[in-house]
């Protein structure tokens, strides 16, 4: 759970995984181009690809290829263990 923190933690990975819930399925040129003109990031594609390499690694985001493009999905499965562990109740 520690990775899902730590990939939280960042506002641009928060940013993606943003994106991810209002359309999945993204190449990292859909991502870097939905992160520029919706929430002005201007990072590089390298940036952007190291923190879905993050994302990947703490589970929030898998990847598959099509071809030879790679599309990210969003896994919200990791989400649901945080608020399994600690429900709100009141």
Do not use: Y
Request: overall charge positive; glycine content about 4%.
């Amino acid at each position: 759970m520690g990775d899902v923190f730590r990939a939280l933690a960042d506002p641009t990975r928060r940013q993606i995984l943003d994106e991810l819930v209002i359309r999945d399925g993204l190449t990292l040129f859909e991502i870097c181009a939905r992160l520029m003109t919706v929430h002005g990031v201007a990072s590089t594609r390298q940036a952007i690809s190291q923190h879905l390499a993050v994302l990947e690694e703490a589970d929030l985001v898998r990847t598959r290829r099509v071809g030879r493009t790679k599309i990210h999905d969003l896994n919200s499965a990791p989400l649901r263990a945080i608020t399994d562990r600690w429900p709100i109740t009141r």
